[in-house]
């Protein structure tokens, strides 16, 4: 109803208007008058008819404006979200990245101070390893070079009790005094 109010009033502006623009004053406001009508008449049944598609129309518009607006407004919200959420990472990412090269520092000094004992203890258990090595193998050559000699003092008792008929007495009153 506004909207045919709307243009009754916009015609009545325009066909004075264009009576004014006429200027000679050989018209009459009469003289308009059934183009007016006719006007009216176009302007009324085009309201009349167009009234119900252009309402749908912009109902539709309407809706359709307001689901994209609450759409970009969701995703508004999600990527204040993340904004929010980048920008503590951003901060919290030289916190982060301190921290690891101090834990980072600390497993290396770590490391370095236990592969040093670590060295420390094999050299250690090489040393000992070694000089028992050594003791070891000392105790064995003395053994052999003890067998060496006795079994060269043998020799040469025997050798020397028989080269000597009295070595050979001896030894026989010996032997026999002990059974």
């Known amino acids: 109803m506004k909207m045919f109010q709307w243009i009754i009033k916009a015609s009545f502006l325009l066909t004075t208007s264009s009576l004014y623009a006429a200027g000679s004053g050989d018209t009459h406001l009469s003289d308009l008058m059934w183009p007016a009508i006719n006007f009216l008449i176009l302007a009324g049944f085009l309201v009349f008819k167009l009234k119900k598609p252009v309402k749908e129309m912009f109902d539709k518009n309407a809706l359709l404006v307001k689901e ?51 060295t420390e203890g094999l050299l250690k258990r090489l040393e000992r390893d070694a000089a028992n090595k050594i003791k070891h193998e000392k105790r064995i050559l003395i053994d052999e070079l003890n067998h060496a000699f006795l079994d060269a003092v043998i020799n040469q008792a025997r050798s020397t009790i028989s080269n000597n008929e009295d070595s050979q007495k001896k030894a026989t009153k010996n032997l026999l005094s002990e059974i």
């Open 68 to 118: 994209t607006y609450d759409f970009a407004e969701g995703k508004n919200k999600e990527a204040e979200i993340k904004l929010k959420m980048y920008r503590e990472k951003l901060q919290n990412f030289n916190a982060e990245e301190r921290k690891a090269k101090s834990d980072g520092e600390k497993e290396v000094k770590t490391f370095m101070e236990r592969r040093t004992k670590e």
